[in-house]
């Protein structure tokens, strides 16, 4: 299915709810969506007999400078076509519900984001720092991120 | 023995009536002690040397090839290097215990070295229930690997202890049971009667492996029992490197790790010789009589036929060890209860129907009388 | 669990372990199948292309930076100053090969193909410092001052020469350089580089020609 | 019975496996909580190897990231690097000519062989035969050689340019990689006769920690692990890239030969049989590849358009997919690696419940991860 098909479908289920279709420049494109309904659209799209996503190849965080978007990329291995998701919040506290239980493949790369940009997944089973050590302070991949001198005491 | 010995040496050398003949009883037995433990020290080292140089063989490698002509000083390299190692024990650990540990295995696996019959008349005691204390001074080994692994406050350890506990226990029984033919047959317990009953016919049928098919099945049950009884690949789940890290000794360093070590090839070769001395027919070979030969002759004979023997099936474990992945613990105890107990039974019970039925020939024997 | 299916287990095992065995045993009886290299006494050829530590020939090193700046773990240092005949004159070139990655990518960008992968890959040392390898063996103190003092006297001589007659060209003082290749006419003095403490001020000094 | 419980109170032992342990495949840590020999609860612990790999790529250019990415996955570089490309040609859509692209298919199935030599060579390993682990490395070595030959690295290669590659063919490199390629083919049956299907090794591995095709997909399992549930999808073929369309290959799958569908012998096996496939392509390869150029025109100050892609490459350990923002600039805006070893490891705590530990062993090198993947 083409991705502009996918829009209109989530556009006709959820209405305003899929803000807009990124498809120049983007490969695949991207349905941008609020990020309130990011699960119940990833139900949607992993349940629906004409998308049926059945597999998220990716999860990543991305920080926009002005606002962080979360970006799920979609795979159907049943019907072979592909979808990115994206969803943008505030650089304030910045929070969605997590889709681990729709993908259970979301729940480490969900950790990842988390670990590495701060971005909270609401309703997720474990979230946990995952690469980087518990008591690290900051979120690295932030662009406006600083290098930290000392790390408990240890020069870094 | 020892005080027939002494008496004719007593006998022999006018001199030493005046010493009390307990002296020198006990200086004999001292020095065969010396002896034994010598040459099981040597064999221990050597016997790490060649497990090396089999490994390197087959894994398509040279093996150690630097300390002296073709490598073969690198067992006393590595032992001075365990000598002079730091000794390490763990701070929590149980000090008392930690310490008996390698102690306790190393006087399990080495004490066994008495009874085996090397050779005509080599023997340091002809107990007359050798076999009986061969399984029962090995068993000693279980009592310290556990110790080892309990008092090293390690989990990994614990594990290995634990492991090593429940799998010693479990192949004692098929290890007795496959042992018992032998002992049937020869209608003895003492090693050096067991070997003798299987002279004559030139030499090799005369050998109970040969005897009647319950007993050639009793002598790979018993090798497969014996090699989990020295943990050895595929049954070596009590160290399992790869899973345990080091099991029991993974503490253990320098001159205490040795002790494992040590014990681990003097049991190799402890079951081994119980094998050739109860299945491959000890020190007897084929159209040569060592007993008949002159006494020196004779026993040095005997000597090197039991030790090609055994030193063959020592190898054939390295051989093993180097092809076999390792068991699960579950199978482990699967392969002792579910096949080798009924099993050993089995032939247990075969061979003593066969002896009642045949009155106790074996099959070259009646074979031999058909031909008169 | 039936009994053929028992004795089948039996089978199996001893079987698949056999062929194993054989197979292990043939590796170890056949000396031919030995693939080691016994390594301080043998060694094998590294293949033409090896990558391994980097050697800077710097004759012909123009000083140009493109090493420094597509070294991707920054390992290349590079000071160069501006000498009388405005080329870049190298001031000091260290690599850390405990750095380095051996990418190849300086390599591979370098315009006089002045850097080079050598077959060597044999280094151990106990100090990290020894893991620089300098290429130029002068301090690079000594190398700035030389060479401004040599661009404050070209470019003395070419304020007294401008002055003394215009129509003359001023190619004399190149040759002193003894760079074949060096331009002509210059018109003002290059500023000394940035960075040299004693400036211009080392008149003192003799002009040298080593490079190295 | 109650009352000789109270008296004999048993407890549960928290073991640390790792980061320092022999079979962990690295820096691995797996936080065991067992009963006795059986695991109750196995919790993977990843992060000791992080390199911050994707805030690097944010720092250096297109051109200076592709050695990072030989660290991606050091078992199969020429991969990482052939993904990384061909991810930034989608991007700029940068016309790749075609020997380059024959050479990257060479090498990169070469280095999947290599790969998976070492998945199988460690993981008999793990199970406690170590000589086909020599053996594995001494095939290994032979393509290493190959490697050596074109690029001049042993491990990290860093052959392939977004473009391209960096050189053309040595001499006789296709003749020396049809030598090997005769060498190596009777190898793989004599693996099989040494150990796969010994009857210790089949034992230790059928039935063990079984993934259901569901769960696989579910999981984000790709590459042999997902194939190795019965799912046919090898991206080569269902999603192809450069010129995989013009090789006939198989897509090996697990089939529950030995126990169920998906346990650990399915995964292993299908490495195997992966090897094979590999070299039917290589074969094809050495046959099809035209003459011409091997790089192509690609500026020095190499700026992308702006955009978002994502691109995916089937790697020995899975998809790795490689999801890169570009603003215009020489730096990549945001880089996100999708580690296939790092989504793997999601899979670890659920199936390795009530299995003992000497199968979390098994799993972990069944699943073939690499550390420094999962770690970045």
């Not at chain 2, 479990?170 to 050096?192: D, F």
């Amino acid at each position: 299915m083409e991705p502009k098909e996918i829009f209109e479908k989530v556009t006709e289920k959820f209405g305003g709810k899929a803000v807009e279709l990124q498809g120049e420049g983007f490969r695949p494109a991207f349905v941008v969506v609020s990020p309130e309904s990011v699960r119940e659209i990833a139900l949607f799209l992993r349940d629906d007999p004409a998308m049926k996503f059945d597999s998220l190849m990716c999860l990543s965080g991305v920080d926009y400078k002005d606002r962080f978007a979360v970006t799920y990329h979609l795979h159907s291995l049943s019907v072979g076509h592909q979808i990115g998701v994206k969803a943008y919040l505030p650089r304030e506290a910045p929070s969605l519900p997590s889709v681990d239980m729709v993908w259970p493949a979301a729940n480490f790369q969900e950790r990842e984001a988390f670990d590495l940009y701060g971005i909270v997944f609401e309703g997720s089973w474990d979230l946990r720092r995952i690469l980087l050590p518990e008591d690290w302070e900051g979120h690295p991949l932030r662009k406006d991120y600083k290098y930290p001198e000392f790390y408990n005491g240890i020069k870094v | 023995m020892m005080e027939s010995l002494a008496i004719s040496l007593v006998n022999a050398v006018p001199v030493l009536s005046g010493v009390p003949l307990w002296t020198i009883t006990l200086l004999i037995m001292v020095m065969v002690a010396a002896v034994v433990l010598t040459f099981a020290l040597t064999y221990s080292g050597l016997a790490t040397y060649v497990e090396r140089k089999v490994a390197g063989d087959i894994q398509a490698r040279v093996g150690p090839n630097r300390v002296g002509p073709v490598g073969i000083l690198q067992f006393l390299a590595d032992g001075i290097k365990l000598l002079l190692k730091e000794d390490i024990i763990p701070a929590k650990a149980d000090r008392f215990l930690f310490v008996l540990a390698p102690y306790l295995v190393f006087v399990g696996s080495f004490a066994a070295f008495v009874v085996v019959p090397f050779g005509v008349g080599l023997i340091a005691s002809d107990l007359n229930i050798g076999i009986y204390y061969v399984m029962a001074i090995t068993s000693l080994v279980v009592v310290g690997v556990m110790l080892a692994g309990w008092s090293s406050n390690n989990k990994w350890a614990l594990l290995g202890g634990m492991r090593a506990a429940a799998q010693i226990v479990s192949y004692e029984i098929p290890v007795g049971m496959a042992l018992l033919p032998a002992v049937l047959i020869a209608g003895s317990l003492s090693l050096q009667d067991i070997v003798r009953s299987q002279g004559g016919l030139f030499g090799i049928f005369g050998w109970n492996l040969f005897h009647n098919p319950f007993t050639f099945l009793s002598f790979f049950l018993y090798y497969v029992a014996a090699l989990a009884e020295t943990n050895r690949t595929p049954f070596d789940i009590p160290e399992a490197e790869s899973e345990l890290v080091s099991g029991y000794h993974v503490e253990y360093s320098g001159i205490r790790f040795a002790f494992f070590f040590l014990a681990e090839y003097g049991d190799m070769f402890v079951v081994s010789a119980l094998a050739t001395a109860c299945f491959l027919g000890g020190w007897h070979v084929p159209f040569l009589d060592a007993e008949a030969l002159p006494a020196l002759w004779g026993n040095l004979f005997s000597l090197g036929v039991f030790l090609g023997k055994t030193l063959s099936l020592v190898v054939l474990m390295m051989w093993i060890r180097w092809t076999l992945p390792r068991l699960r613990v579950d199978q482990l105890m699967r392969v002792a209860w579910k096949y080798l107990v009924p099993l050993t039974f089995f032939n247990l019970l075969g061979v003593s129907l066969w002896l009642l039925l045949f009155h106790g020939k074996g099959i070259p024997q009646m074979i031999a009388s058909l031909f008169g | 669990m039936g009994l053929k299916d028992y004795l089948y287990d039996i089978w199996e095992a001893v079987a698949t372990t056999a062929k194993g065995m054989r197979i292990t045993a043939r590796y170890g009886v056949d000396p031919r199948e030995t693939i080691t290299l016994q390594y301080p006494e043998e060694r094998w050829e590294p293949s033409e292309r090896f990558r391994g530590f980097l050697y800077n020939d710097i004759k012909t090193c123009t000083s140009c930076t493109m090493c420094v700046r597509v070294c991707p773990v920054d390992c290349i240092s590079l000071e160069s100053v501006r000498g009388a005949d405005k080329k870049m004159v190298l001031a000091s070139y260290d690599i850390d090969i405990g750095r380095c990655m051996y990418c190849g990518l300086c390599v591979e960008v370098c315009p006089p193909k002045s850097l080079k992968h050598t077959s060597g890959y044999e280094k151990a040392s106990v100090d990290r410092g020894e893991l620089i390898l300098h290429f130029i063996h002068e301090d690079a103190g000594e190398i700035k001052a030389r060479v401004a003092k040599q661009v404050a006297e070209a470019a003395a001589k070419a304020e007294a020469e401008k002055a003394k007659a215009e129509s003359e060209k001023p190619e004399a003082e190149m040759a002193k350089d003894g760079d074949p290749d060096s331009r002509a006419a210059q018109k003002d003095a290059p500023p000394p580089a940035g960075g040299n403490p004693e400036g211009g001020g080392a008149a003192e000094k003799k002009p040298g020609e080593e490079k190295e | 019975m109650k009352a000789r419980a109270e008296a004999l109170p048993t407890q549960e032992m928290l073991i640390n496996m790792g980061p320092q342990h022999p079979s962990t495949h690295g820096v691995l840590r797996v936080i065991l909580r067992t009963d006795g020999e059986v695991v109750v609860n196995a919790r993977p612990d990843v992060g000791y190897l992080h390199r911050a790999l994707e805030k690097i790529g944010e720092r250096v250019t297109y051109a200076q990231y592709m050695p990072f990415t030989d660290r991606l996955d050091y078992l199969a570089a020429m991969n990482c690097n052939a993904a990384w490309a061909w991810t930034v040609e989608k991007l700029a859509g940068i016309e790749v000519p075609e020997r380059a692209e024959y050479i990257r298919v060479i090498v990169c199935e070469l280095n999947r062989i290599a790969s998976h030599l070492i998945a199988f060579g460690s993981f008999t390993a793990d199970m406690g035969a170590f000589t086909p682990f020599l053996y594995a490395i001494r095939e290994r070595e032979r393509i290493n050689d190959l490697f050596e030959d074109i690029c001049g690295n042993r491990l990290t290669y860093n052959y392939v340019r977004i473009g391209g590659v960096s050189a053309d063919l040595p001499d006789r490199f296709l003749e020396k990689t049809k030598e090997f390629l005769d060498y190596f083919a009777p190898k793989v049956p004599e693996y099989n006769n040494l150990i796969s299907y010994n009857k210790i090794f089949v034992h230790r591995l059928a039935n063990v920690a079984a993934v259901t095709p569901e769960d696989a997909v579910g999981y984000g399992l790709t590459g042999p692990n997902l194939r190795g549930s019965g799912v046919p999808f090898d991206l080569r073929k269902n999603e192809p890239y450069s010129v995989y369309p013009e090789f006939d290959f198989d897509v090996c799958v697990g089939t529950g030969e030995r126990g169920t569908l998906g346990d650990c012998f399915d995964r292993y096996m299908v490495r195997i049989n992966e090897m094979k496939e590999s070299v039917r392509i290589v074969r094809q390869a050495i046959e099809q590849i035209p003459e011409g150029p091997v790089m192509a025109k690609v500026p020095r100050m190499f700026k992308p358009p702006v955009g978002e892609v994502y691109f995916r490459a089937e790697n020995p350990r899975g998809e790795t997919g490689i999801y890169l923002i570009s603003d215009g600039t020489v730096n990549p805006y945001r880089l996100k690696i999708r580690a296939p070893s790092f989504v793997t490891m999601g899979i670890f705590e659920k199936i390795t419940k009530g299995l003992m530990i000497a199968d979390v062993v098994a799993v972990i090198g069944s699943f073939d991860i690499i550390l420094p993947e999962i770690d970045r």
